[in-house]
């Protein structure tokens, strides 16, 4: 069955900088791919899609890639805020599986 | 604003106790899923539904029941509760022929068996 691996269990940045979360998949290679944020205590909202045939994706300070040879989406947030601290999930397809997460601080 | 409603939040009872937990959605979503999670530890499907009459079970060992009677209605019983049920249950909805919108989550019953 598919494997989702989500690298770093914490990332830890200085506000400002950019944060980078990587997501790396085992077996079939998705037609697309889901990126998700966790509060605390809260349900999963989503932020981004992103397909097989798109090498990019952005949504305001939000960028998502997506290599399917390398089996792997890269997710970063720029110019980062305390307030975009929080887990990052990322899912794939129709999956109904997520990573386990990163969890993301900014410091101010 | 999320379109999907669980009740209650909070729930504690006691051991042996049968419980329901309640998911709505107003979205005419066919897919919908549970999830449960403990805190800071990773999200794992417990039952999923296609559609009216479809259930399955997920990867998660669960003694909870779900039925689907109608669309827009996903409830989840535990015949029994245990201590070991205490755990953040989530659930979810997704409409896959509207590609780009992802899951659309509840906010969670936080149940605790004393």
């Known amino acids: 069955s598919q494997k989702i691996e989500q690298n770093s269990e914490a990332l830890n940045i200085q506000e400002g900088k950019t944060a980078t979360l990587t997501c790396n998949y085992t077996?079939?290679?998705?037609?697309?791919l889901q990126w998700y944020r966790q509060d605390p205590g809260r349900g999963p909202v989503f932020l981004l899609l992103?397909?097989?045939?798109?090498k990019e994706k952005r949504k305001e300070r939000l960028k998502v890639t997506f290599d399917t040879t390398l089996k792997q989406s890269l997710f970063h947030i720029t110019a980062s805020q305390p307030a975009d601290s929080a887990t990052y999930l990322c899912a794939l397809d129709g999956d109904m599986r997520f990573g386990a997460g990163t969890r993301l601080t900014v410091k101010p | 604003e999320a379109d999907i409603y669980q009740t209650p939040r909070y729930l504690v009872i006691g051991t042996g106790k049968k419980i329901t937990l309640e998911c709505s959605q107003t979205?005419?979503?066919?897919?919908m899923y549970w999830y449960q999670q403990d805190p800071g530890m990773e999200l794992h499907l417990i039952h999923y539904s296609y559609g009216v009459n479809s259930t399955e079970k997920g990867d998660l060992s669960s003694e909870s029941t779900v039925s689907r009677i109608r669309t827009e209605h996903f409830p989840l019983t535990l015949e029994s509760a245990r201590p070991s049920h205490t755990s953040q249950y989530l659930c979810a909805s997704s409409e896959w022929d509207r590609l780009g919108v992802g899951y659309t989550f509840g906010s969670g019953t936080r149940l605790t068996v004393v």
């Open positions: 979205m005419g979503h066919d897919k």
């Open positions: 992103i397909r097989e045939n798109e």
């Open positions: 077996n079939y290679s998705p037609a697309y």
